[in-house]
């Protein structure tokens, strides 16, 4: 699995957190960022843009699920994977070897 197969779809999240209601965005926020400290927990160290859409396609988001539910467990709102796993594989994106400033970094 590529990367630029996935991308959309992190993207999508990304946009949604961005666009929340300000009262809704504070619960999001935190799902999200538990979300990404659990990508690095399992990630580990250095890793591509294209291994972390490896790892999205073979693992899925339904561990988001458990991360969402622990992080706000009184709001479902804040459940909503599409956009917190999506803005958590977008915002950990930015920490892969081959990625920055918003593209993929070409190997000289």
């Known amino acids: 699995m590529r990367l630029e197969e ?3 779809l992190w993207r999508e999240g990304q946009r949604r957190l961005e666009q929340a209601e300000p009262s809704r965005r ?3 926020e935190r799902v999200t960022e538990e979300i ?3 990508l690095r ?3 580990g ?3 591509t843009a294209d291994e972390l859409a490896q790892f999205y396609v073979e693992r899925g988001t339904d561990w988001c699920f458990d991360v969402a539910t622990r992080a706000a467990p009184s709001d479902p709102e ?3 994977l599409t956009t917190v796993a999506g803005a958590a594989f977008a915002r950990y994106l930015r920490e892969a070897s081959d990625y920055g400033g918003g593209r993929r970094i070409d190997a000289e």
């Open 41 to 43: 927990r399992r990630l």
């Open 6 to 8: 996935v991308i959309g």
């Open 78 to 80: 804040a459940w909503d």
């Open 36 to 38: 990404v400290d659990e």
């Open 26 to 28: 504070a619960a999001l």
């Open 45 to 47: 160290g250095q890793f």
